[in-house]
């Protein structure tokens, strides 16, 4: 008869996975902080250089105030029915929240339209980055921000096409939350935008 195994050999191994409750947000909170360092540094890459016109056109004579005024409404609104798209998901209501989702996408896609009309005109009037050194950060810090409501939007289509096929299961749920951070923390960050780069950049 063979011999019995001592205690201390015996193994014992997890039948499920552990996974920590709220990790998967702790770590995106992670990300949205190095993401605030990248934007602190092109934010003060334009308080140095943001006044360098190189003998060019100034933000007072390239800027309209009211297509950005737009744009930004455009931005603060999808910001908002990402909210109504959250309470519904709340509700465990699969339909509305993809309207509200769908609803928050067109006005993400249309902010970035706007952005890139402005960037077209910009570059047709010879105001390109190469222009001067005002020129060269206006365009990095606004469009990396624009990059970024641009990768905000293609997840938004891949986390809609998934609740459509699997409802809203507690993945889902949380990959919601995790866009939704992000989302709100660009209406965050273009705020910023507006009032440091637009609105002090037509002041004499």
Avoid at 82 to 96: D, I, N, S
């Amino acid at each position: 008869m063979p011999d019995t195994p001592r205690q201390s050999e015996l193994s014992f191994y997890a039948t499920s996975e552990v996974h920590p409750q709220n990790g998967t947000l702790l770590g995106f909170w992670l990300y949205l902080m190095s993401d605030c360092l990248i934007f602190a540094s092109l934010f003060a890459v334009y308080g140095v250089v943001g006044r360098r016109y190189a003998g060019g056109p100034t933000g007072a004579e390239l800027f309209e105030l009211p297509l950005v005024a737009l744009n930004t409404t455009m931005l603060l609104l999808s910001s908002i029915t990402y909210g109504f798209a959250v309470l519904e998901m709340q509700k465990a209501q699969v339909r509305a929240t993809l309207i509200w989702l769908g609803i928050t996408g067109l006005l993400g896609a249309a902010f970035i339209s706007l952005e890139l009309y402005e960037f077209a005109h910009l570059v047709h009037d010879g105001a390109g980055p190469q222009r001067s050194a005002f020129l060269s950060s206006f365009f990095t810090l606004v469009g990396t921000h624009g990059l970024h409501v641009t990768v905000g939007i293609v997840w938004l289509i891949t986390l809609m096409v998934q609740v459509g096929q699997h409802g809203l299961i507690p993945e889902n749920k949380r990959r919601l939350m995790c866009l939704s951070m992000f989302w709100h923390f660009l209406d965050v960050v273009w705020i910023g935008v507006f009032t440091f780069v637009y609105l002090m950049g037509v002041l004499p």
